[in-house]
């Protein structure tokens, strides 16, 4: 009867190509659900996401640009929640420009050229190591777009553009952007209009830069970059921490002895207010370590890599992100066709593998994480090189104080005992706050009758997390 409860959570719904998905669930407890559309779909494989999160039109909720290489087309997706669907729509893109013939690995979309709309760069690996960076004016209203080349490479120099961030660097007032490349990361200074994108190499020993993370390390209002390091010794790389301004390394994060950093990120794990760092390293395509590096004094020093797992694995991606909402910062992998959920099970960065979700995709990567539905909680987009989808958080059931899968009799029981009933104390889930205005009191009781299925489900049957597979599954 849990299946029956939990698969109506995942009612069909129409994506924009018109398709939905029936999806199974299980999990270990109960905390949100996730169900999959499929927003876009590519007729060619490979390149990145190409997609990006913004709130286009002002309105207070984000939106979702998708770059359609083959059609030329730029497609935003936005969901109107009255309708509980997404809107369409598109503009098409010169065919002369070629973008089939590109491989566009990255996008950013932001107002490049200060003029009130959303423009939208680049990062082309190109044909035969020859790629490019770039940017697309929005004319009239997002209805037609020029293209502007900031640089092109030749063989032998900056090869491939992989990644591209759209961001003020220096605090004008304007947007530059920072392109990764499989030779070095090139920052490009915004004179203001777009124009005039002045070329700044940041450091010419950052190694194949298709991850770069920005973040202000050391909190003096400037953002640092995040990247791989080419090692003087050897032909291994390393992490270092570069500073924008100078070029120079401040931090090299030593862990040769796990092999290469592949992937990384930039966050506070531990909630002490400083910026820390969680990475991947791999040995070869059969062991990965997932590690961090607590920030010591939230300016230079950090601790030594903190091993959190190991998986006889190539892990693809990893996403940073509160994924159950309760205040602390959890991550997500993929790996082969799976994806796992890793929860801050304390809050100061112990971490546990809570779920292990079959995704099915060849190779599926969590390319972003956003409230794309303002519903208070984080939605998930995961490309696998043909089709972007996006896993909506559904939440948990209305009532479920006790995370065993039902709203009944023991999840009263567990509120009332709590004892914040009508007191106007503060009140957690778990504590009977089931509508989510800070309180428990006769408000919740009518939601979660209303909404909560009391008594419609028996309790979770316990299931193992390396053998949970769906298409949706339950976050625990």
């Known amino acids: 009867m849990l299946r029956t409860l939990i698969t109506s959570l995942f009612r069909r719904r129409a994506s924009a190509s018109g398709e939905g998905r029936q999806l199974q669930a299980e999990g270990l407890e109960l905390r949100c659900c996730l169900a999959a559309v499929t927003l876009a779909a590519s007729e060619t494989f490979g390149g990145g996401p190409r997609h990006d999160i913004v709130d286009k039109d002002g309105d207070g909720d984000l939106d979702v640009c998708w770059l359609d290489v083959y059609t030329n087309r730029l497609v935003w997706f936005e969901y109107d929640e009255t309708r509980d669907e997404f809107d369409v729509s598109e503009t098409q893109l010169d065919a002369s420009l070629g973008l089939r013939d590109r491989r566009i690995n990255d996008i950013a979309v932001a107002d490049i050229d200060g003029d009130g709309d959303l423009d939208f760069a680049i990062a082309d690996g190109g044909h035969r190591y020859q790629g490019e960076v770039g940017w697309y004016e929005n004319f009239d209203g997002g209805s037609r777009y020029i293209y502007h080349l900031i640089e092109r490479s030749q063989w032998g120099s900056l090869a491939k553009a992989l990644s591209v961030i759209a961001r003020d660097l220096d605090n004008d007032g304007d947007i530059d952007l920072l392109t990764g490349w499989m030779a070095g990361a090139v920052w490009y200074e915004n004179g203001g209009t777009g124009q005039e994108l002045l070329n700044r190499p940041i450091a010419h020993d950052v190694s194949s830069a298709q991850w770069v993370e920005l973040t202000d390390i050391d909190q003096n209002g400037e953002p640092d970059l995040l990247a791989t390091q080419s090692n003087p010794v050897g032909w291994s790389s390393r992490l270092a921490w570069f500073d924008i301004q100078s070029g120079d390394a401040v931090h090299v994060f030593e862990a040769e002895e796990l092999g290469e950093p592949t992937i990384f990120r930039a966050a506070d794990l531990d909630r002490d207010g400083d910026v820390d760092v969680i990475a991947i390293y791999s040995l070869s395509e059969n062991q990965s370590t997932i590690v961090w590096f607590e920030s ?18 190539w892990i693809s991606s990893l996403l940073v992100t509160d994924v159950d909402q309760d205040g602390d910062l959890d991550f997500l992998t993929t790996a082969d066709q799976a994806m796992s959920i890793f929860e801050n099970t304390d809050g100061r960065g112990e971490f546990d593998l809570t779920s292990y979700i079959e995704l099915g ?64 104390v503060a009140a957690s889930w778990q504590e009977g706050d089931w509508n989510r205005d800070g309180v428990f009191n006769s408000s919740d009781l009518v939601t979660a009758f209303a909404v909560g299925g009391y008594e419609r489900a028996d309790a979770a049957p316990a299931v193992d997390v390396l053998r949970t597979a769906s298409r949706g599954a339950l976050i625990a």
Do not use: H, M
């Not at 995961?382 to 899968?405: H, I, K, M, Q, S």
């Open 296 to 313: 010591l004094n939230g300016v230079r020093q950090f601790s030594e890599p903190r091993e959190i797992a190991v998986q006889t694995r």
């Open 361 to 424: 995709e060849s190779y599926p990567r969590i390319s972003d994480a956003a409230d794309i539905d303002s519903d208070g909680d984080i939605d998930l987009f995961v490309y696998d090189g043909w089709t972007l989808e996006l896993f909506r958080n559904l939440g948990p059931v209305v009532g479920d104080a006790n995370r065993d899968g039902a709203f009944d009799s023991s999840d009263l029981v567990v509120v009332f005992r709590a004892g914040k009933y009508e007191t106007g």
